[in-house]
């Protein structure tokens, strides 16, 4: 059965560290990796990693695949309290335009 | 501006009853999605759409039905048969893929449907 992981499921730091999310899977056929942002409502996209090794990034956010261990981070330096928000980890099958999401990882930045 | 939209933002169900939940997109996406989130448990699929007229059923689609009959809207239909239907739903919409007929799996969402059972 395909399924998601992330690690840890929350998360409690300061203004200003940085922070690192951990995502896992074991999907058939698998295609693409992707992270949202959820802070009450519609999750917004942040990034979809195919590519082994390439880091995307975007200002304090980056994120990096890893396909030999299945894997993918994603990285928020200099958190800041609007950093705060559940993040979701996404993994894609071929061809079928499905999501098998992750539980999510609620982050919280404290001032 | 483009997006997605649904409503109720927010519905009362009293058991026994039937309810849908409506969304629109104008996008021109081709595909359409409907999740389920729990507390703690990510998003869960219950019905997708690739195409107008046609639907395919998720990880969890007992107690719920779709249709498909325009491509800006895919309304859910929560049944009485679905046993726990508390819980806060989401839609969203992705496009195809050029010249390869799949659809992209970058998905956009709309703002959700908390939904309680009374």
């Known amino acids: 059965e395909d399924k998601v992981v992330q690690s840890p499921l929350s998360l409690v730091v300061h203004e200003g560290d940085t922070v690192t999310l951990n995502c896992s899977y074991e999907v058939t056929n698998f295609r693409s990796l992707l992270w949202y942002k959820q802070e009450k409502k519609a999750p917004t996209f942040l990034f979809m990693l195919?590519?082994?090794?390439i880091e995307k990034k975007s200002g304090r956010l980056s994120s990096i695949l890893d396909k030999k261990e299945l894997s993918s981070i994603l990285n928020i330096t200099a958190t800041q309290t609007g950093d705060s928000a559940i993040y979701l980890c996404a993994a894609s099958r071929s061809n079928t335009g499905k999501l098998i999401f992750g539980q999510g990882t609620t982050l919280q930045v404290k001032p | 501006d483009g997006g997605i939209t649904q409503s109720p933002k927010y519905l009362f169900r009293k058991e026994g009853q039937n309810v849908t939940l409506s969304c629109e997109q104008n996008l021109n996406h081709d595909a359409m999605y409907w999740y389920r989130q729990d507390p703690g448990q990510g998003l869960r699929l219950i019905y997708y759409?690739?195409?107008?007229?046609?639907?395919q059923k998720g990880d969890i689609a007992e107690g719920y039905s779709v249709s498909r009959e325009k491509k800006e809207s895919f309304p859910l239909t929560v049944t009485s048969a679905q046993k726990n239907p508390t819980a806060f739903y989401l839609c969203a919409s992705s496009t195809r893929l050029v010249g390869s007929g799949g659809v992209t799996d970058t998905q956009y969402f709309g703002p959700g449907t908390r939904l309680t059972v009374l």
């Open positions: 195919t590519s082994s090794g």
């Open positions: 759409s690739q195409i107008v007229n046609d639907f």
